[in-house]
């Protein structure tokens, strides 16, 4: 069930007939007015010739979590509940090592100093985006050996993940972030209601999406079908952060009847527990669910043996990475929100939540 | 934890922490503390590893063995005050943190006050140190959980294998921090590669540690040469032996373990430093690559990088004459046939498991000896590519090469000069 916040075309309708009247244009679409004129759009990060996809998400109602009666449901996947949703715009595909790559290994630094380029003589973004620290040097191949062009970022942080939008959001002019936990949910249902954006049968899922049956590691993003609003790769390749600290009981705290609003439990400085959403290559068919909830614990960084560990780098996880969304127009607890997870805090204490 | 785990990563790692028995304590010295009944544990060496390690053994004790964090030791005053303050607020060593300010030692000889006080040594300082370390805390009768590698240059593996001899002699326990060796996957695929039943015979071993840039600290205000080198300790051969012996040890380690833990009786090694030459690389090499023989005609190829932008691989490939096996920690592929590891223990909490369950038993582990001919191993293949000379096994192991200072004290050090094949000479 989807309820548009607002009248008029809803975006599936205008984007249609953008593609049907102008061909594709690297920047049409990125500066919409109102949430009817939102339309795909191709960002290039500045300085090189990567660039990524976006897709217009309209805004709605829908019900967040899983029946009681959906196989091999989690209890944590309920009860549902009603949960509204504003428009933004999503990342068609989960984030590339060759993005990401930019940022944690400073490639536009490094090309910035081979170029010449006068730092402080930069647009006020190009400066910002400098001045954001990046990852630390990992101790060893940070792939695991899973393959790395065309491939999602395996292996990072929330932390990680949240410093990367930073710092693609200084350089773009765009505010990118992670998406709240209702947004990736709603995102992924693109309207459907069953246990997958197919259907319930798992057995389709190898259609769609790479998961423990059908690969051996992640896959270049994009290969398979997408979702019925453009989204590939929702239910496996890799799982994926979402912004939220992890509640066991937090849909039971919600309304069951009134929608509640862009719900989002910002992070704070502890370490964990967050949430991954979607399936992976390394999951089954059932953990691949469109209200699976993926939970970060310590056991993400066995391998890295030094204390306080990596506040960049999850050595163990293999399995997750992430995607990106742009707001519309930005929930207030949102606007200016930056990462303050502390290295070496550990895991939130279960009391203080 | 909080929700349920996706059920292909069983994390349940805490159930490995297997109860073990108490009994037949009196054949390792120092298995108790005189008149208590409780392991006292010594950290020297306070960075983040040492604080790792303190942490792992507490896990590794758990409910099955009274252990407590007794002394630290650090060259820095400021680190071992920042270990203890950590360490006590860890919730993995709780209270088993049982160190008093005036068992927080500090300067170079912080190490035999840690000694002295303690049952147990976990010796993690830059390597250089280890074989000083490790000839004291032998001689004194104590147990011993040392990282790899155990020295960076032949006169400091002469010190450790005559400590391994003495450790034999007086039953001491010691475990290395190879933890591959204490890891279920590796073991697990090590047996089916040495019986033969997943690639048949093992013809040859190639083995990688290619990963970018590594750490490099700047100078802060204050550092006089020492302090700067103790500092950036990576990238000065005396406290870090290079790359391939700090953390290539690994990988040709699994190479040793394949070939049934021989030692090479050659190599011919090349590499340089191309790619990374600011001073703050110190002599490091930015690569390597190692050719070794053995003496059963076999070979191990080798080649390890720190270099940005490149491509990565740290892993090992074990070829038998019916298919590669190809390993990695926590990814296992037999000749295709992929091992799924369920519900490993966490490997650098297994080696205290195992080193507390030895000296429990009464049959105390010495990894000693394995890990200074693994150690030797990279040294050797380093130093041929450093001098361009082919090194033979006893012409490593008897280099008259000691890179450890005369005198252990603040102040200048001599000029860092890097080494050029075919012109350096150590011999």
Sequence with gaps: MIIPLSHGRTGFVAVACALLVLPASSSWGQDAQTPEEMKPYTETIPGTDISFEMVPIPGGTFMMGSPDDEADRSKHEGPQHPVTIAPFWMGKHEVTWDEYDEFAFSFDLRRKEREGVERDSQPEGEQQADAITRPTPPYADETFGLGREGQPVICITLHAAMEYCRWLSAKTGHTYRLPTEAEWEYAARAGTTTAYHFGDDPADLEEYDWFFENCEGPQPVGQLKPNPWGLYDMHGNVAEWVLDHYVEDLYSRRSQDTPTVRPVVVPDEFEYPYLARGGSWDFDAYDCRSASRHVSNPDWSVQDPQRPQSIWWHTDATFVGFRIVRAFEEQPELIDFKSPIIKGKGPKPDDAE | ????????????????????????????????????????????????????????????????????????????????????????????????????????????????????????????????????????????????????????????IRKVLAAAEEAKKKGLAIVAGTQRRHQTGYIESMEKIRSGEAIGDVITARVFWNQGNIWVRPRQPGMDDMAYQ??????????????????????????????????????????????????????????????????????????????????????????????????????????????????????????????????????????LERVAHSTLMAIMGRDSAYTGKELTWDEALNSPLDTFPTNLEWGPRPEIIVPKPGITNYA
């Design chain 2, 1 to 156: 934890m909080t929700g349920p785990q996706p059920s292909r990563r069983n994390f349940l790692r805490n159930s490995a922490v297997a109860a073990v028995g108490t009994a037949s304590l009196a054949a390792v010295p120092n298995a108790f503390a005189a008149g208590t009944d409780s392991i006292r544990v010594g950290v020297i060496g306070c960075g983040g590893r040492g604080t790792g390690a303190a942490e792992n053994i507490c896990e590794a004790a758990g409910q099955d063995h009274n252990v407590t964090i007794h002394a630290l030791g650090d060259v820095f005053e400021g680190q071992a005050n920042l270990a203890a303050d950590r360490l006590s607020k860890n919730s993995k060593v709780g209270e088993k943190f049982d160190v008093s300010p005036d068992r927080v030692f500090a300067g170079f000889d912080a190490y035999k006050d840690v000694i002295e006080a303690c049952d147990l040594v976990i010796l993690a300082t830059p390597p250089g140190f280890r074989p000083l370390h490790i000839e004291a805390a032998v001689k004194a009768g104590k147990n011993i959980f040392t990282e790899k590698p155990v020295a960076v240059d032949g006169t400091g």
């Design chain 2, 230 to 367: 103790l500092h950036n300790w990576y990238h000065f051969l005396w406290l870090c032996g290079d790359h391939i012996v700090e953390q290539h040890v690994h990988n040709l380690d699994v190479a040793r373990w394949a070939f049934g833990d021989m030692v090479p009786s050659s190599c011919v090694g090349m590499g340089g430093q191309q790619v990374n030459t600011d001073p703050g690389f110190g002599q490091s090499y930015d690569h390597f690559a190692v050719d070794y023989a053995f003496e059963d005609g076999r070979h191990v190829m080798s080649m390890c990088r720190q270099i940005d932008g490149c491509a990565k691989d740290v892993s090992e490939y074990i070829v038998g004459h019916k298919g590669t096996a190809h390993l990695m920690p926590g990814n296992y592929n037999l000749a295709g046939q992929r091992l799924r590891a369920r519900g490993e223990v966490n490997p650098y909490v297994n080696e205290h498991i195992n080193l507390l369950k030895s000296i429990a038993e009464g049959q105390p582990l010495n990894e």
